[in-house]
């Protein structure tokens, strides 16, 4: 009955939950805890390379220790790439939905805030400039904003895309790596030095761009990397 009566009533809810669009969104866009439920959440016990899972008592898993050279500390993820979680990604990325980005990113602050060390800069990864004008704005900007304001850590724009390439979603894995190189460049890297940066990203896939992207971190001489993504493919290591 309740549920019956929040269907009808649902147009005076402003904030309802994305996912059934009538759960309460406890004003903010949120996931309602019956939602939450169903979502396909990583276990705060992950690889530190892809922020999969493990498969052994090392802190990476067997395909990160044997072909993957992440040079971050961590890497943070809140759902499996499938079902409701890609879903709603979809919805952000390509159907305008960007007030998603509020509802993923308080979920990413508090994961955070619970499971990560300290940082001193979030640093989004930015679109190439052509793609940022098909999109109208960068998701991963928009996340890195309301990881930053719930967390009270400034937000850069220090990273600069200098190349284009094709649409990631086609590529296979090599192609990836091959694709990513290069893509990325620092604009003051003495800014950068000593500091503990947050990468953000909307999807670990094979994880090449963000690699791409914490090379030229690296050389700026940062003092430590984590990566935080809204989600990660499950079979990365099988593309
Ligand atoms: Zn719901
Ligand atoms: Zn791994």
New binding site residues.
């Given amino acids: 009955m309740k549920r019956f009566l929040k269907k009808c009533f649902g147009f005076y809810n402003l904030f ?8 309460d969104g406890g004003g903010e866009n949120r ?2 805890p ?3 439920e169903k979502m396909p959440l990583i276990p705060g016990d992950h690889c530190t390379g892809c922020g999969g899972s493990l498969d052994s008592m090392l802190a990476r898993c067997s395909k990160c220790l044997e072909s993957a050279d992440f040079p971050w500390q961590d890497a943070f993820s809140l759902f499996e790439y499938r079902g409701e979680a890609r879903d709603l990604i979809h919805r952000m990325k390509y159907y305008g939905q960007a007030q998603l980005a509020r509802t993923f990113g308080i979920l990413l602050a508090e994961k955070l805030a619970a499971e990560a060390p300290e940082f001193d800069l979030i640093l989004p990864l930015p679109l190439f400039w052509v793609r940022k004008l098909e999109r109208s704005y960068n998701q991963s900007e928009l996340l890195a904003k309301v990881i930053g304001k719930e967390l009270a850590v400034p937000v850069g724009n220090d990273l600069k895309r200098i190349k284009g390439g094709k649409h990631q979603a086609s590529l296979g894995r090599r192609q990836r790596q091959i694709g990513a190189r290069g893509v990325f460049a620092v604009k003051h890297p003495e800014k950068l030095y000593g500091k503990r940066i947050l990468l953000v990203d909307d999807v670990f896939t094979t994880g090449a761009t963000l690699n791409s992207a914490a090379k030229v971190l690296m050389k700026a001489n940062v003092k430590a990397l984590y990566v935080a993504t809204i989600a990660r493919t499950q079979r990365w290591r099988d593309r």
């Fill in positions: 309802p939950c994305p996912v059934c669009g009538t759960g996931i309602c019956e939602c939450m």
